[in-house]
Each structure stands twice: as structure tokens, then as C-alpha cells.
């Protein structure tokens, strides 16, 4: 095994787990801000409020991404898997 196939496969793991987490993060995110922006306009500063709202939002988009996602992950695996000899040799 090369450095450079090393560096490959580390850098494909990588942007694999990138793509899996950026949906839910970028969710998060985007209710987070604007929860905080209602807190502030309304000058509620419950630390609990932002809570439910992330976690509605994030399951709504694992459950429309998920699929997705599990694609991405098993493809992922079965490319792993079928270079296993060429990594080796």
C-alpha cells in the first residue's frame, strides 16, 4: 500500500462523512438562527426553546435524506471492499 492510496482513501472517507453530516448540520444551523433571532425579538431568553425546534428539523431531514445517505454510506463500503486485494497487492 502507497502513501498515496493512503492519503486517497483517507481523503474520500472524509468527504463521505462531510456529505453525511452537512444536511443535518447545516439544519441545525439554520433553525438555530432563526430561533435566536426570535429570542431576541421577543426577548425570551429560555435556553430550552431552541431545543425541540433542532430536533423536529433534524428528523424531518434524516427522514427525507436518510435513504440518501445510506446509499452514499453503502456505496462507500462496497468500493472499500472491492479494492481490498488492490490496497493489499
Known amino acids: 500500500m502507497t502513501p498515496e492510496t493512503v492519503i486517497t482513501q483517507g481523503?474520500?472517507?472524509l468527504q463521505l462523512a462531510l456529505m453525511l453530516a452537512a444536511p443535518l448540520l447545516l439544519t441545525s444551523l439554520a433553525v438555530g438562527v432563526i430561533v435566536?433571532?426570535?429570542q431576541?425579538?421577543?426577548q425570551i431568553n429560555e435556553m430550552t426553546l431552541s431545543f425541540i425546534p433542532k430536533l423536529v428539523a433534524m428528523?424531518?431531514?434524516l427522514v427525507f435524506t436518510g435513504p440518501w445517505?445510506?446509499?452514499l454510506l453503502m456505496e462507500f463500503t462496497q468500493?472499500?471492499?472491492e479494492n481490498i486485494p488492490?490496497?493489499?497487492g
Open 36 to 38: 435566536g433571532i426570535f
Open 11 to 13: 481523503r474520500d472517507a
Open 40 to 42: 431576541a425579538a421577543t
Open 86 to 88: 488492490n490496497l493489499i
Open 79 to 81: 468500493r472499500l471492499f
Open 69 to 71: 445517505m445510506l446509499r
Open 59 to 61: 428528523a424531518a431531514v
